[in-house]
């Protein structure tokens, strides 16, 4: 079983930056991949970003230039750093690892003011 806790939601204004952080339970050095997803109210949840065990990242279009994902295996945790942030970036963000299962953290919340 893996427990993932995500830390640094919060509220900045249209422009700003935040970083997420998402700490594993246990190592993540053997982790498939982990990643970033996001949901909006009332929409599905989406990928942000992912970044597989050797360190090739992918993002969704809408973040490219934006956000930077990243991982610090001594640490077990997996970053999101986000600049330019807009009104649409607002949504709850998930932390998730794929080793044999997918695991999911609780999500913290990003809102960004216009």
């Known amino acids: 079983q893996v427990q993932l806790v995500e830390s640094g939601g919060g509220l900045v204004q249209a422009g700003g930056s935040l970083r997420l952080s998402c700490a594993a339970s246990?190592?993540?050095?053997?982790?498939?991949?982990m990643g970033w997803y996001r949901q909006a109210s009332g929409k599905q949840r989406e990928l942000v970003a992912t970044?597989?065990?050797?360190?090739?990242?992918n993002y969704a279009d809408s973040v490219k230039g934006r956000f930077t994902i990243s991982r610090d295996n001594a640490k077990n945790t997996v970053y999101l750093q986000m600049n330019s942030l807009k009104p649409e970036d607002t949504a709850v963000y998930y932390c998730?690892?794929?080793?044999?299962?997918?695991?999911w953290g609780q999500g913290t919340q990003v809102t960004v003011s216009s």
């Open positions: 970044i597989t065990s050797g360190g090739q990242a």
């Open positions: 246990i190592s993540i050095f053997g982790f498939n991949a």
């Open positions: 998730n690892a794929e080793v044999i299962f997918v695991y």
